[in-house]
């Protein structure tokens, strides 16, 4: 192991060798990290400057120009971001190399104005050796000094000794360590970044390859969402040509976890990746929890694919008998026969719903306007040479026509299909025949019922069969087309009249007509990849991150495969925490539907959160359920054990209320969460807000309060300093029996853990 030694800014008695090193030291490093402030403060300037200058600047000149301007603010604007989020921390290590070089590693790279090195970007090549070079394999690392900041001024130094020989001559003192310093640290409610304390099996797995899927398999406090955000700043630092255009998206399991993680990448220089949870994966959908979780199961089944693609189908309907339609005053026939060859031809098209409906409507429309030709020609006479072309609008605009065409086939919207589906049990019947009454009878709802996380990826598989829905049946980019042509025939004009002109002038006119409409129309907004991927369910990622995959259902992957066709995975999850009775019980069984064998499992092994007395609570717990894990061995014993509290009936409340200011007083100024099944949640925030007012939160919006009340769906990935768990076997009965809430809730404290039940006690606790 490295001898690790510490200087803090209270060195001991002055005027000892020892402390004029530490000294000495410690002003070395402070000087260095202010001129690195110093030039990051440059740089912002400038970029400001860089970018006022942009946009004081006229959009006088051509099409090319303009968009030269657009692209150059875009570059300033991304770098200004970058520049403000970096500010925290922005230096935390020194490498001393075995030939002298001394290389500083930080958030970003920095250099002079003259491109003299300043600092090292920790993504960079050069800047892996801080995290995997140790006493057995120095990499020609000498010492690697860790700089403790506070604020932009260097509060202590950490050295990690490798080669024996510098030993002799170090007098620096030695400390608790950066990694234990960061563990002990007191939460916040947002989740900070481990830039400056990467391990060596978290920097491997961080620095992989790129291409196919990678599964990070750990249990908890093993850094898991830690390394998922880490590896997506990452490739997007080595690999940004190609990500640069198609983004990065990253999927969490709640909103609560979402904002938990928010400003990690961005402190991590990143600001361009998509992040979202697994209910808003549909744009303009805002979903709620499933409670049932029978229907979660049947609705995350791999079969709802065909019962959406039988619903659609089921909407492209032929009549029983001939219709007879109206069309001003004469009257024509639409049959059966007709009917069933339109469609078989709108079907061969290959294409979604809403389009083919198209072809289906031209081919009926095309011969009914012959079918009333022909009437109108029998009555008026075959000789008669008339223009009947008027007929073809009329056939159109007729309301009987209109009416029979729409009940064949109607335009149809993803949520109108699903909604319908879901609440009209003949619908459910005939496109779901394989499932039995008592499913179908899970499944139906109201139809006005809220969107649910299970629907999701019901509606984005009926949005992928439907195609985009055209209102105005194409006459809107008809339109478009035509408007384009008037200003580019307007501008045509234009040139002609002002080109005599500059030629008497002795200027070449060099104006095309295409480059004056441009310019004389009103421009888009510019947005980046990742503001457009927002709201583009069709967006292709270059790479997609999944945390807490172990949740998601077989349609909710067969969702994630379709959003990123190159099949490029970060997965990361625990299996033993599966809660959603629509989740994996293995990674194969998860992942070789879409992906066969061409996955890789990687593992994290060691607990970096969960004090020792804590994690081996909840693996007994798990081992006592029948589910048999290796807990992650944990870095550090904790000051206290779990808490066990029984309660007479009735005085749950009474007892929550005693035991939070003591956990508050123990924690010392620490976050304490409050996790109770879902129900509970409401009530046990109002009583706690009666007593502590503001000081409570909830949900994903009180993560940055004292006391935060959350379910355990809701606390999945978060961490705390203290956690009371209310009525642990609800947990167990609201998942089904699952320990895997249960195990979520148990494992969230870095510090102290207190069970509060009426009920049982779930076996292994104790």
């Not at 995997?132 to 120095?138: G, H, L």
């Not at 709201?535 to 945390?547: E, K, L, P, Q, S």
């Not at 949740?551 to 190159?566: D, H, K, T, V």
């Not at 005085?651 to 976050?671: C, I, K, Q, R, Y």
Request: hydrophobic fraction near 40%; glycine fraction near 8%.
């Amino acid at each position: 192991m490295p001898e690790s030694r510490l200087a803090d800014t209270e060195p001991t008695a002055t005027g000892s060798t020892g402390s004029e090193t530490v000294d000495s030291e410690l002003n070395n490093e402070r000087e260095y990290v202010a001129g690195l402030y110093a030039r990051l403060d440059e740089l912002r300037e400038e970029k400001a400057a860089q970018l006022a200058q942009v946009r004081r600047t006229t959009s006088a000149g051509s099409h090319q120009n303009r968009s030269e301007r657009d692209a150059f603010a875009t570059l300033y604007e991304d770098r200004l971001a970058q520049l403000n989020a970096v500010d925290d921390r922005l230096v935390f290590g020194r490498l001393d190399l075995d030939d002298g070089e001394s290389r500083y590693i930080g958030r970003i790279g920095l250099s002079t104005a003259d491109l003299q090195r300043l600092m090292v970007d920790w993504r960079a090549p050069e800047a892996g050796t801080f995290y995997q070079a140790t006493a057995f394999e120095r990499q020609g690392v000498r010492r690697r000094r860790h700089l403790i900041l506070q604020g932009r001024k260097v509060k202590a130094i950490e050295d990690d000794v490798l080669d024996t020989e510098m030993l002799e001559d170090s007098d620096v003192l030695q400390g608790e360590g950066a990694l234990l310093a960061a563990l002990n640290s007191k939460r916040t409610g947002q989740m900070a970044d481990i830039v400056g304390t990467i391990q060596a099996e978290q920097d491997r797995i961080i620095r992989s390859a790129l291409p196919g899927a990678l599964v990070v398999q750990g249990g908890p406090g093993t850094g898991k969402t830690a390394v998922a955000l880490h590896r997506a700043a990452y490739l997007l630092y080595t690999h940004r040509e190609r990500l640069k255009s198609a983004g990065v998206l990253l999927v969490g399991p709640s909103n609560s976890f979402m904002r938990y993680i928010e400003r990690v990448l961005p402190s991590l220089g990143e600001t361009g990746v998509v992040m979202t949870s697994v209910g808003r994966l549909m744009p303009g959908i805002s979903t709620v929890d499933e409670r049932n979780p029978d229907v979660v199961e049947i609705k995350g089944r791999l079969e709802m694919a065909d019962v959406v693609k039988r619903a659609v189908a089921n909407r492209q309907r032929v009549p029983d008998a001939d219709q007879r339609l109206k069309v001003e005053s004469t009257t024509i026939t639409l049959t059966p026969k007709q009917v069933r060859r339109a469609r078989e031809k709108a079907r061969g098209t290959g294409k979604p719903h809403n389009e083919a409906r198209m072809t289906f409507v031209k081919i009926l429309l095309r011969e009914l306007t012959e079918q009333l030709t022909e009437k109108i020609e029998e009555s008026s006479g075959r000789g008669n040479a008339a223009d009947r072309s008027y007929l073809a609008e009329e056939v159109r605009s007729s309301r009987d026509v209109r009416v029979a065409i729409n009940l064949c086939w109607m335009p149809l919207t993803p949520e109108k299909l699903i909604r319908d589906l879901l609440s009209k049990p003949e619908r459910l019947e005939a496109a779901a025949p394989k499932l039995n009454a008592g499913e179908r009878e899970f499944l139906l709802r109201s139809p006005d019922a809220p969107w649910t996380e299970a629907d999701v990826a019901l509606l984005d598989e009926a949005a992928e069969l439907l195609g985009e829905l055209d209102v105005s049946g194409g006459r809107d980019a008809v339109a478009r087309d035509a408007e384009r042509q008037r200003d580019i025939a307007n501008a045509e004009r234009t040139i002609e009249n002002v080109n005599p002109s500059l030629a008497d002038s002795g200027v070449d006119g060099t104006l095309r007509a295409e480059e004056l409409a441009d310019f004389n129309a009103v421009q888009e907004q510019r947005f980046s990849a990742a503001e457009r991927a927002v709201n583009d369910r069709t967006w292709a990622f270059g790479h997609i991150v999944v945390d807490e995959a172990q949740e998601l259902s077989a349609m909710q992957w067969r969702l994630l495969m379709r959003r990123c066709p190159l099949k490029s995975f970060t997965i990361v999850g625990d299996i033993a925490q599966t809660s959603s009775a629509a989740g994996a019980a293995s990674w194969a069984q998860a992942l070789e539907p879409f992906l066969g064998e061409r996955w890789k499992l990687e593992e994290l092994t060691v607990n970096y959160r969960t004090p020792t007395q804590i994690a081996e609570a909840a693996v007994r717990m798990t081992n006592a359920a029948g589910l048999g894990i290796a807990a992650p061995k944990a870095v550090r014993e904790g000051r206290w054990g779990p808490v066990v509290e029984r309660v007479e009936e009735g005085s749950l409340t009474e007892a929550l209320l005693d035991a939070v200011p003591e956990e508050l007083d123990l924690l010392d100024g620490g976050l304490l969460a409050i996790i109770a099944d879902a129900p509970r949640v409401a009530g046990l925030r109002g009583e706690l807000r009666a007593v502590y007012g503001g000081r409570v939160g909830a949900g994903s919006g009180g993560l940055e309060q004292d006391i935060v009340v959350i379910s355990a769906h809701d606390a999945k990935g978060l961490e705390f300093d203290g956690v009371i768990i209310i009525e642990p076997a609800e947990l167990l009965a609201a998942a089904g029996g699952k320990v895997g809430d249960l195990y979520v809730a148990m494992t969230r404290p870095t510090q102290r853990l207190r069970l509060i039940a009426e009920g049982e006690i779930p076996a292994g606790i104790e």
